[in-house]
């Protein structure tokens, strides 16, 4: 059973443009937040994290947004950019640390 | 480059033999943590340990086990490998063992096993 869902497999958005990632989670019991993402032949590199006492980080191009009551998560990047292309992976950390199966970004030019 | 270093970058062997894979943390860091990541599957976290000692565990097979030396670096062994084991394994490092810490990741090892 999946408890960290990223149900966008791929997302192709203009460069320029606003990039949404979206994860839903099921156990009310995390209470930590990550974003990771991962370019090809390199592991995963943190991005932005958030805990379960707020409901938005923001960090340069980069925010998330956590909405509890609906378990669910986003990342948001303004403006996108083309090195922004890879695969992002969002964790929620309870007693253990879930991932999600990622989602592939696509920056078109 | 993150500061952690693993070893081999890629490894491929037979079923039913034994392997291991070697983490180097960044300096400093006292955690070490060790994922899985199957072919279209997110990064399962295995185990973490803490200043040589297991700190928390999770889907980790009983074939596999894992350990922290004195020196801070760890060593993941898989043992009776069989092909559904082919897959990357990253190591992680942290400052501490909290929630809040920052993973950096290693650049992981491909295993494949025929």
């Known amino acids: 059973d999946q408890q960290v869902k990223q149900n966008s497999p791929s997302l192709s958005v203009q460069e320029g443009r606003i990039s949404i990632l979206n994860c839903d989670y099921t156990?009310?019991?995390?209470?930590?937040f990550l974003w990771y993402k991962k370019y090809p032949a390199e592991g995963p590199t943190f991005l932005i994290s958030i805990s379960s006492i707020k409901d938005k980080n923001e960090d340069g191009r980069f925010t998330v947004f956590l909405n509890k009551s609906a378990k669910h998560l986003s990342l948001h990047i303004v403006p996108s950019q083309p090195g922004d292309s890879a695969v992002y992976f969002c964790a929620a950390n309870g007693v253990k640390i879930i991932f999600g199966k990622g989602t592939r970004l696509h920056i078109l030019p | 480059d993150s500061g952690v270093t693993q070893t081999p970058k890629h490894l491929i062997t037979a079923t039913g033999q034994r392997v291991t894979l070697r983490c180097s943390p960044r300096s400093g860091d006292l955690s070490v943590y060790w994922y899985q990541q199957s072919l279209d599957q997110g990064l399962q976290f295995l185990i973490q340990y803490y200043n040589g000692e297991e700190r928390a565990k999770g889907n980790i097979l009983e074939r596999f086990s894992a350990q922290q030396f004195p020196d801070l670096h760890s060593e993941l062994n898989l043992s009776s490998l069989e092909l559904g084991d082919s897959a990357l394994y990253f190591c992680a490092s942290s400052v501490g063992g909290v929630r809040a810490d920052t993973q950096y990741f290693g650049p992981g090892t491909r295993l494949t096993v025929l």
């Open positions: 156990n009310s019991m995390f209470d930590y």
